[in-house]
């Protein structure tokens, strides 16, 4: 997976607004317990903030990296507020007065 999926142009493309780490579960095995990391391999995105915002367990396709990215970038996308989103309502209904 490592060598043929991880290497994808796709995959690539997808994944670089995120820093890959490798760790051996093993040796690492609080970051294990921590990340619920139960079998390798595992793939674990994680926010800057370091929520988990997707996860693959077991071997992975080209297909199942991509569809665990979207989530991921989803996840991570900072949500905007009630009161933004109202405020972007606001000032789409009201009229424009400078077309006068």
């Known amino acids: 997976m490592e060598h043929r999926v991880l290497t994808d142009a796709r995959v ?3 994944a670089k607004k995120w820093e890959a780490v ?3 579960m093993d040796k690492e095995s609080s970051l294990a317990v921590r990340l619920k990391v139960e079998r ?3 793939l674990v995105f994680l926010t800057a903030q370091g929520r988990a915002a997707g996860r693959h367990e077991g071997y992975a396709e080209v297909s199942d990296v991509l569809k665990v990215l ?3 970038h989803a996840q991570a996308a900072p949500q905007k ?3 933004q989103s109202n405020l972007k309502q606001q000032k789409r209904a009201a009229p424009n007065k400078s077309s006068h």
């Open 12 to 14: 690539v493309g997808a």
């Open 22 to 24: 490798r760790a051996d």
């Open 40 to 42: 390798p391999p595992t």
């Open 70 to 72: 979207r989530v991921a």
């Open 81 to 83: 507020s009630q009161k």
